[in-house]
């Protein structure tokens, strides 16, 4: 496709790349006319792919990021090697960015922050950090990035103007 795409317009390189995906879609369109054929195409693909929507960090998201965090992944450490810290602790989650992607009618929702341990310095380290939870589920925490965030979904990195660093 390389060689004989850049021969054409990017409208005609969608169209036939549309086509050959979502044929049925694709002619549906076709018929009624080209341009709406372009634009319901664009909207099939982004229908596909997920729709994001950032959102608006509230405190109790907040509170329920940093005990998922807690509860999955510092929490069990501490316990073994140093009990007696509690999750009061935590510090975080700061900087949060928040949204989910709708795709196939259901709503799935993402974090990417900075959170840690007062005291334990390391603990700050290797993020930002990423959450995930569906509709109706709890939060999972999904681990820290060093920066490579491709566990987040890209429609949400370009809402939110982050880069992932992989």
């Known amino acids: 496709m390389t060689k004989w795409a850049h021969r054409f317009s990017a409208a005609t390189v969608a169209a036939v790349t549309v086509t050959t995906i979502f044929p049925a879609t694709a002619m549906s369109a076709v018929r009624s006319s080209p341009v709406s054929a372009v634009s319901q195409a664009r909207e099939t693909a982004s229908q596909a792919r997920g729709t994001a929507v950032n959102l608006k960090v509230t405190e109790k998201v907040r509170r329920a990021l940093a005990d998922a965090y807690w509860t999955q992944y510092y929490g069990p450490y501490l316990r073994k090697h140093h009990p007696g810290t ?81």
């Open 86 to 166: 509690g999750r009061k602790k935590v510090d975080g989650p700061k900087k949060v960015y928040y949204g989910k992607v709708r795709s196939a009618g259901k709503d799935v929702y993402w974090a990417v922050g900075s959170i840690g341990v007062k005291g334990d310095p390391i603990s700050y380290q290797d993020g930002p950090h990423v959450w995930r939870r569906s509709a109706h589920g709890a939060w999972s925490y999904r681990g820290d990035t060093g920066g490579c965030l491709d566990k987040a979904p890209k429609a949400l990195l370009k809402i939110w103007h982050l880069r992932s660093y992989c």
